[in-house]
């Protein structure tokens, strides 16, 4: 969102008090000052209002980019029990399969391991405002096979990874200016260790590349076409010219105009995934609509408005000292009535992502969408021009649970086998899926969520378990069937 605007909104979202002086001086005071109290408040409250309603529309209707005029599906784990956000999107982050927490930690040890010189020097951190040329952190060498030694204990896994961990913290720098910006180093970094997850020779137990969900995490010219106004439109995030995974070779100095953004130009390379820092994981972000941000909008363009109006009676009758906390408390209460009446405190949040099923042999009692489960993802697949700019499903408009306990394979990553057997987990895993069964998945979720589908699915055969914002489970012989 560019100009006047684009710089209010951004002030809004990074700090309210400044975004409330900066709209408050172009919408109120200087129309109070043209014309007058009494009659300045008009233009004031037309300003301010539409103001508020330009934001709502930007924020809902312009800034997500979408990739395909279709929805698309995705399979992946979980990496977290869904949240809502500020904006009361219910946030769902997916380890795509058919990757592993094992093998994305060796991955990206394996990777830092093979640049240490190239994270050793210098030159590598002149990079203002992040570093100037001054190595924050001396790398050391990780144990990339820790997971799979049979002497390691819990705790010394923990520990590794938490040593990773600290050290992509202290070569991420920061920017006061920019929250969202991270330093060329970290993002090239990240940008290589993808560059060996999807390289097509990182192949499954029967000789097929992993790279089959690749296009969620790297934009790929084979859908993307380059040259394109959407492929214009994204960010570049990969160099095919930079030699990743050669030793000291995750450093391209490719850089680009980012259209999304002000200081800093031209910009590195941009990564399309998100990363999970604690973690170690790259995610594909996903979102359940929710619309605590359009109620608000409203509600403070409802309070404006009223303040308008009842000061623009009373500042003809009452002197100031009465009229404007008489106009302002009204505004308030009418805030506050408007408030109540759309939710109270949790109004617009998504609700918790609820499947409605009864399996406690299964996934226990309450349907609830778990940490770690096996998932079947469908929704538009887009851009958040905000935020740097990564790859979503926004909105989810159906959620499958395939197995619980996916994320890490046939064992935890720190906890042992018998452990794991105990918590009776399932043995499907983002590790055992293929592009086969991503393909047959998809194409029952696409049957069962088609547009003109009643909006209660019930299916003869439990091939997925079907939940969405119209949809809810029919597997299992519940009523009647359609084959």
Known sequence: MGGLLGAIVSLWFSSKAAAIFVAALLGFVIPMIILGPCFGIIPATIAIVALLQDAKEWYYRERLLCIEDRNNCVLGSVLHEPEASTDGDRKMDLLLAPFTEPECFETICNHLNANQGLLGAAATFN?????????????????????????????????????????????????????????????????????????????????????????????????????????????????????????????????????????????????????????????????????????????????????????????????????????????????????????????????????????????????????????????????????????EIHPVKAYYILGRHARSGAIDLFDSAADQRESGAERLHNGLVDAAMVSGVCAAVNEA?????????????????????TTRWGGGGFGAVID
């Not at 990240?190 to 000789?207: F, K, Q, V």
């Not at 010219?241 to 680009?256: C, F, H, I, R």
């Not at 623009?312 to 109540?340: D, E, H, T």
Request: charged share 20%.
């Open 449 to 469: 969520e088609g547009e003109d589908q009643d909006p209660v699915i019930l299916r003869g055969a439990p091939a997925v378990l079907s939940h969405g914002l």
């Open 127 to 391: 990079d203002p405002p992040f570093f100037n040329g001054t190595v924050p952190i001396a790398p050391t060498p990780c144990d990339a096979d820790i997971l799979t030694d049979p002497n390691a204990t819990p705790d010394e896994r923990r520990a590794e990874r938490e040593k990773i961990a600290e050290y992509l913290k202290a070569i991420k720098g920061s920017d006061p200016g920019d929250g969202d910006a991270t330093s060329k180093i970290y993002n090239n970094i990240l940008i290589g260790w993808m560059d060996r997850l999807l390289d097509p020779a990182n192949t499954n137990g029967s000789g097929q590349p992993k790279n089959f969900q690749g296009r969620y995490y790297r934009k790929d010219p084979a859908v993307i076409s380059p040259g394109t106004a959407l492929s214009d439109a994204i960010p570049p995030d990969h160099d095919p010219a930079t030699n990743w995974q050669g030793p000291d070779g995750s450093l391209s100095a490719v850089t680009a105009n980012n259209l999304y953004e002000v200081d800093h130009q031209p910009r590195p390379l941009n990564a399309m995934f998100r990363f999970d820092q604690q973690r170690l994981l790259p995610y594909l972000h996903c979102e359940v609509d929710g619309n605590y941000l359009q109620l608000l909008f409203d509600e403070l363009s409802l309070s404006v408005t009223t303040f308008g109006i009842a000061y623009g009676f009373m500042c003809l009758l009452l002197p100031p000292w009465i009229s404007i906390p008489a106009a302002a408390l009204l505004a308030l209460l009418i805030f506050l009535l408007q408030r109540w009446l759309d939710g109270g405190s949790g109004r617009g949040d998504a609700d918790p992502v609820d499947v409605e099923f009864d399996d406690p042999g299964n996934f226990g009692e309450d349907g609830q969408q778990l940490d770690g489960d096996l998932v079947a993802i469908f929704g538009p697949w887009i851009m958040d021009t905000e935020h740097a700019q990564y790859f």
